[in-house]
C-alpha cells in the first residue's frame, strides 16, 4: 500500500494534470517498479507543483491607492453628475483646505486655546451690537503694485447671504460684503462677493482702494448743510461746529475714516446700508465751487462775528448769469415739518399735557 501510495505522488509530478485522474484508476506496477521508482525518488527530490511566489492583495478601488487630487474631487464634488444631484444642498464648490496646518507630530492642541478663542471678544464700534460684522476693522489693504497702504484702515459696514437661482444646481448661497476704506483725507466703498466670508471681505477691502474719493473739508466737517438722496434714502446733513457725530452708525462709521468730526445726519426712509453709503458719497461730493457752477451764482456765506455783510466763499467758474432767479415763482425748497415745529416753538405735541 505504501509502494502505491509513492507511484501516485511520482505521478503526480511527471504528467499532467488531464492524465493524472486516468493514471490513478487504470495502472498497476508491479513491486519491482515501485522500489526502483522509489530510490529514484531518493535521489531526485520532485520539484513542488508551483513555485514559491509572494502573495500581495491589490485593489484598484482602494483608499490607499488614490492620489490626494483624486481624493479632493470625490470630496468636493467636482464631477458633473455629483455636482447636479441634490438642489438646493450643494450650494457652493466648498473650498479646499490645508488639513496639517497647524498640526504637529507628537502634540495635541490643547482644549484650553480652543476655548480662550472661543470666548475672545472682538471690539465693536459704538451703535454696532449683537453678532453682526459692522464697525469692525479689517486692517490695511494687502499690498498692491502701486505700494502698501499702511496708513489706510478698513471697517466693515454690512455682511450679509445672498442666493441665486440656477437651472443645474438649484439655489446657491454666497456671502456680500460692503467695506469702506479711507486714511483721514478720502475714502471709498466696495463690494466683495465669494463663497464664503474671509474671501468676500478681502475682495470688497482690495477692491475699494482703486476708488477713492477725496472729500474737500472745512475745520474737520462739512462746508454746509447738504441733502442727499439715492433711490428711496434720503440724509439731511447739516454743518456743526464742536458737536460730535451724531449720525446713523453706518455714516459714523464712514466719516471716522474720511476725517469729519463733527456733523448732524438724519436719514430718512429706507435705512438700506448700501444707499445709505451711496448717498453719502454722493452728498460729500459737492463743495461750494460745485454748488455755485452749478447755480452760476455766488455762494456767500454770513457769519457773527461780521454781522450782515457776507462773505463770498464761491463763484462760477464760467461768471455769473445774467438773468438772476426769478422771485415771483415759487421756490422749490421741501419744507420739514420737525423744523417748521422747531421755528415755531412748537415742537412737543400739542396733547403732551393735556389730562386723561
Not at 438700506?272 to 451764482?297: P, S, V
Request: with cysteine; net charge positive; glycine share 8%.
Amino acid at each position: 500500500m505504501a509502494s502505491s501510495i509513492r507511484v501516485c505522488c511520482a505521478l503526480r509530478i511527471t504528467i499532467g494534470a488531464a492524465q493524472l485522474r486516468t493514471a490513478v484508476g487504470a495502472v498497476q506496477m508491479s513491486q519491482v517498479m515501485s522500489r526502483a521508482s522509489a530510490a529514484l525518488l531518493q535521489r531526485n527530490p520532485p520539484l513542488p507543483l508551483f513555485p514559491t511566489t509572494v502573495w500581495q492583495q491589490t485593489r484598484h478601488g482602494s483608499f490607499f491607492n488614490k492620489t490626494a487630487e483624486e481624493l479632493w474631487k470625490g470630496v468636493l464634488a467636482e464631477s458633473g453628475s455629483s455636482s447636479r444631484k441634490g438642489r438646493g444642498k450643494r450650494t457652493k464648490r466648498k473650498l479646499r483646505r490645508d488639513l496639517n496646518l497647524g498640526q504637529y507630530i507628537g502634540e495635541v492642541r490643547q482644549r484650553d486655546e480652543w476655548e480662550r478663542r472661543k470666548k475672545m471678544k472682538v471690539k465693536r464700534e459704538r451703535g454696532w451690537s449683537g453678532n453682526c460684522w459692522g464697525g469692525i476693522s479689517l486692517g490695511p489693504p494687502d499690498p498692491g503694485p502701486n505700494g502698501t497702504y499702511e496708513d489706510f484702515d478698513s471697517r466693515v459696514i454690512e455682511v450679509k447671504n445672498v442666493f441665486n437661482m440656477t437651472a443645474k444646481e438649484g439655489r446657491k448661497r454666497s456671502i456680500r460684503c460692503l467695506v469702506a476704506v479711507g486714511n483721514g483725507n478720502g475714502a471709498a466703498f466696495a463690494l466683495g462677493k465669494a463663497a464664503d466670508r474671509a474671501t468676500a471681505l478681502r475682495k470688497a477691502k482690495n477692491r475699494a482702494i482703486h476708488y477713492l474719493y477725496f472729500i474737500e473739508r472745512c475745520n474737520n466737517h462739512t462746508y454746509h448743510d447738504i441733502e442727499s438722496k439715492f433711490q428711496r434714502t434720503t440724509l439731511r446733513m447739516k454743518k456743526q461746529n464742536k458737536y460730535g457725530l451724531h449720525c446713523h452708525r453706518a455714516v459714523i462709521t464712514i466719516c471716522k475714516l474720511i476725517g469729519i468730526q463733527n456733523m448732524y445726519c438724519k436719514v430718512e426712509g429706507s435705512v438700506n446700508l448700501l444707499n445709505i453709503t451711496r448717498a453719502l458719497f454722493k452728498g460729500l461730493q459737492e463743495t461750494h465751487q460745485t454748488l455755485a457752477d452749478r447755480k452760476q451764482l455766488h455762494v456767500v456765506e454770513f457769519q457773527s462775528q461780521r454781522g450782515l455783510l457776507p462773505l463770498v466763499v464761491a463763484s462760477p467758474k464760467a461768471g455769473v448769469r445774467p438773468t438772476p432767479e426769478p422771485e415771483d415763482e415759487l421756490l422749490n425748497t421741501r419744507l420739514h415739518l420737525e423744523d417748521v415745529r422747531a421755528t415755531q416753538g412748537t415742537k412737543r405735541s400739542i396733547w403732551a399735557n393735556v389730562k386723561r
